[in-house]
Nanobody
Framework: QVQLVESGGGLVQAGGSLRLSCAAS????????MGWYRQAPGKQRELVAA???????NYADSVKGRFTISRDNAKNTVYLQMNSLKPEDTAVYYC??????????????WGQGTQVTVSS
C-alpha cells in the first residue's frame, strides 16, 4: 500500500507564492510520473503540472511561467512552486503518483488534497 501526504497549502494574497509538497510512503518498486491536479468548486479536476521519472515536465497553459514542478527521487517527493498566484488559482490541489509495484503492475495513487486560496 502506498500513502501520499501533502502539505503546504494555505491562504495567500494575489501575487504571492506557495510551495506544495507531496511525499510517498509504503512499499513499491518505483515511481514513474508524478503530477499535481486541482479542482475548483463546481469544476472538473484538471492537470496542473506533471513530471516524468526522467525529469520531463508538462504544464497547463494557465500556469506556465508561474508554477514549477520538481521531484526528489531520494525522498519520493514532488514539489509545486507556485508564484504570482491569482484568485483563479484557488482550488483543492491533489498530487498523483504513477507507481510500479513489485508485481510490475502500475497503479495511480492520490493525495488527500490541500486547499489553496488566493485572495484578491
Amino acid at each position: 500500500q502506498v500513502q501520499l501526504v501533502e502539505s503546504g497549502g494555505g491562504l495567500v494574497q494575489a501575487g504571492g507564492s506557495l510551495r506544495l509538497s507531496c511525499a510517498a510512503s509504503g512499499s513499491f518498486f518505483s515511481i514513474n510520473a508524478m503530477g499535481w491536479y486541482r479542482q475548483a468548486p463546481g469544476k472538473q479536476r484538471e492537470l496542473v503540472a506533471a513530471i516524468t521519472s526522467g525529469g520531463g515536465t508538462n504544464y497547463a497553459d494557465s500556469v506556465k511561467g508561474r508554477f514549477t514542478i520538481s521531484r526528489d527521487n531520494a525522498k519520493n517527493t514532488v514539489y509545486l512552486q507556485m508564484n504570482s498566484l491569482k484568485p483563479e488559482d484557488t482550488a483543492v490541489y491533489y498530487c498523483n503518483f504513477n507507481v510500479k509495484q513489485y508485481t510490475l503492475r502500475l497503479y495511480d495513487y492520490w493525495g488527500q488534497g490541500t486547499q489553496v486560496t488566493v485572495s484578491s
